[in-house]
């Protein structure tokens, strides 16, 4: 079964930065796209940023433009999010997720979520 653990969220103060990563467990398979959502309460499951592995692309969510970086670690089923000038519109639960896609599948994968927490 295929397991992604997210790392790295607390509770930080407007400007600082923090570093999410995901690591996935439980496949050989490389998953090839991976990034993060986040919800906030009330609100919608929101695409913070994507990074895929066989091309090197990242997509980032309009909000972190610029603050936030999104990568592929070496081992090939990790993914990690710096995020940088944090305001308190961050706060929310990051859930790591993977896409792993062939020509007649796909699956999602989805880890547990991360509170991350920004005040002013």
């Known amino acids: 079964q295929v397991k992604l653990v997210e790392s790295g969220g607390g509770s930080v103060q407007t400007g600082d930065s923090l570093r999410l990563s995901c690591a996935a467990s439980?496949?050989?398979?490389?998953?090839?796209?991976m990034g993060w959502y986040r919800q906030a309460p009330g609100k919608l499951r929101e695409l913070v940023a994507t990074?895929?592995?066989?091309?090197?692309?990242?997509y980032y969510g309009e909000p972190v433009k610029g603050r936030f970086t999104v990568s592929r670690g070496s081992a090939k089923n990790t993914v990690t999010l710096q995020m940088n000038s944090l305001k308190p519109e961050d706060t929310a639960i990051y859930y790591c997720?993977?896409?792993?896609?062939?020509?007649?599948?796909?699956?999602?994968?989805w880890g547990q979520g991360t509170q991350v927490t920004v005040s002013s």
């Open positions: 997720y993977g896409v792993w896609s062939s020509a007649s599948q796909r699956r999602e994968y």
């Open positions: 439980g496949t050989t398979d490389t998953i090839n796209t």
């Open positions: 990074a895929i592995r066989r091309d090197g692309s990242t």
